[in-house]
């Protein structure tokens, strides 16, 4: 029999296995392969005239966002999470941490090229959604097919 390897379940699975050793405030097991990746849950997929990107950026405003466009590369920086008030963070005595807090990034490589000029972005529920219309020439086209003549 041939098992299939997933690496990332395998280090996933490796983590939580740590994590039991450890007293609950220092499990971070679920966290570290997110943390070493430096980015969260990103989607990309492509319809007949555009690619859609969907990317988890929980606790982020419009003004936490950054998103650039350079020839077929997409590039996204959030700042993610949130902080605690200076006063409450010097009191505080953690018990769970597993909320990740900072800056992410991420470049992904588009499959086909897109009208910068079109691009818009939303962002709902800590789900930010990025539409890119594809440009005209690579957006598919039917082609007519005619006859020479009546009699062929």
Request: charged fraction near 30%; proline fraction near 9%.
């Given at each position: ?5 997933r ?26 392969p997110?943390?070493?990746g430096?980015?969260e ?5 492509e319809t007949?005239d ?22 077929r590369?997409?590039?996204?920086r ?15 005595t ?7 807090s900072g ?8 499959p ?31 082609i007519?097919v ?5 009699g062929?």
């Amino acid at each position: 029999m041939i098992e299939r390897w997933r690496p990332r379940a395998d280090i996933e699975r490796m983590f939580e296995e740590m994590d039991r050793l450890l007293p609950p405030p220092f499990r971070r097991g679920r966290l570290l392969p997110r943390m070493l990746g430096g980015h969260e849950a990103v989607d990309l997929y492509e319809t007949p005239d555009r690619l859609v990107v969907k990317a988890l950026v929980p606790g982020s405003r419009p003004e936490d966002i950054d998103i650039s466009i350079d020839q077929r590369s997409l590039t996204l920086r959030a700042r993610i999470g949130y902080t605690l008030p200076e006063e409450e963070a010097e009191s505080a005595t953690w018990h769970v941490r597993e909320i990740m807090s900072g800056e992410v990034q991420e470049t992904i490589t588009l499959p086909v090229t897109v009208d910068p000029d079109q691009v818009s972005a939303t962002l709902e529920d800590g789900v930010l959604t990025i539409t890119l219309p594809k440009t005209p020439e690579i957006r598919g086209r039917r082609i007519p097919v005619t006859t020479r003549g009546a009699g062929r």
